[in-house]
């Protein structure tokens, strides 16, 4: 009944409670940060990129409503594969969100930009 545990991360055996998993806080976290490194790698990397995103958005439009083109939008930094959330209109406009700023693709290369207000 006494099976010998070891330290799920350096192996070390483990002495003290019965559901010890770990010898100390080091090795703990170690695991853990090995554990989520790669999710949690690529959900940094995309909240990094809705944060420009969303920066540019705030930047072009300081006034709340304004025209702008697609140009100055990549020129910037802009990554048009990420948003929030969208938004339908009735008449069938879908409007994209990074967080309250918006964008609607109009004629050509051009956009419209929102702010949406607090509700």
């Given at each position: 009944?006494n099976?010998?545990?070891?330290?799920?991360d350096?192996?070390?055996?483990?002495?003290?409670?019965?559901?010890?998993?770990?010898?100390?806080?080091?090795?703990?976290?170690?695991?853990?940060?090995?554990?989520?490194s790669?999710?949690?790698?690529?959900?940094?990397?995309?909240?990094?990129?809705?944060?420009?995103?969303?920066?540019?958005?705030?930047?072009?439009?300081?006034?709340?409503?304004?025209?702008?083109?697609?140009?100055?939008?990549?020129?910037?930094?802009?990554?048009?594969?990420?948003?929030?959330?969208?938004?339908?209109?009735?008449?069938?406009?879908?409007?994209?969100?990074?967080?309250?700023?918006?964008?609607?693709?109009?004629?050509?290369?051009?956009?419209?930009?929102?702010?949406?207000?607090?509700?």
């Amino acid at each position: 009944m006494n099976e010998e545990r070891n330290c799920l991360d350096c192996g070390e055996p483990l002495r003290g409670r019965a559901d010890k998993k770990f010898c100390n806080d080091l090795c703990r976290n170690n695991y853990n940060n090995q554990l989520n490194s790669s999710s949690y790698n690529l959900v940094r990397n995309i909240n990094n990129i809705l944060k420009r995103n969303r920066r540019i958005l705030e930047e072009l439009n300081p006034g709340g409503k304004t025209k702008t083109t697609r140009k100055k939008l990549v020129s910037k930094g802009f990554d048009f594969e990420y948003h929030t959330h969208s938004y339908q209109t009735l008449n069938g406009k879908t409007y994209h969100f990074c967080y309250e700023y918006g964008y609607l693709p109009l004629e050509g290369e051009e956009f419209l930009l929102v702010k949406r207000e607090n509700e």
